[in-house]
């Protein structure tokens, strides 16, 4: 299974801009769909974005559509989270997570491999 970590969480204004990253370890990374979920307080770990093995197919929550951009460096083992335009009710702690030659999923229990979380607050 494959290993992963992310980083780039931190305390930011509403409208500013974020990029966190989710870096892995102990795997072909290419070979791996990632996704990217989040939990705030109180309430279950949700979607919001997914790319591909491929990396040539991407996905968004409803809510990150337009201000979020996942992307995906194979050669440094690393996919990345870009938040634009963030607002309050996006303060969460966010995971990356794997599955081997996963598609386009959505669904928490799709994925094997998780991240440990990194922390977003959106201050108004």
């Known amino acids: 299974q494959v290993q992963l970590v992310e980083s780039g969480g931190r305390l930011v204004q509403a409208g500013d801009s974020l990029r966190l990253s989710c870096a892995a370890s102990?795997?072909?990374?290419?070979?791996?769909?990632v996704g990217w979920f989040r939990q705030a307080p109180g309430k279950t770990r949700a979607f919001v974005a997914v790319i591909d093995w491929r990396g040539g197919n991407a996905d968004y929550a409803d809510s990150a559509k337009g201000r979020f951009t996942v992307s995906r460096d194979n050669a440094k083992n690393t996919v990345y989270l870009q938040m634009n335009s963030l607002r309050p009710e996006d303060t969460a702690v966010y995971y990356c997570a794997a599955k081997k030659h996963g598609g386009l999923l959505m669904a928490t229990a799709m994925y094997p491999s998780w991240g440990q979380g990194t922390q977003v607050t959106v201050s108004s």
């Open positions: 102990g795997g072909t990374f290419s070979d791996y769909g």
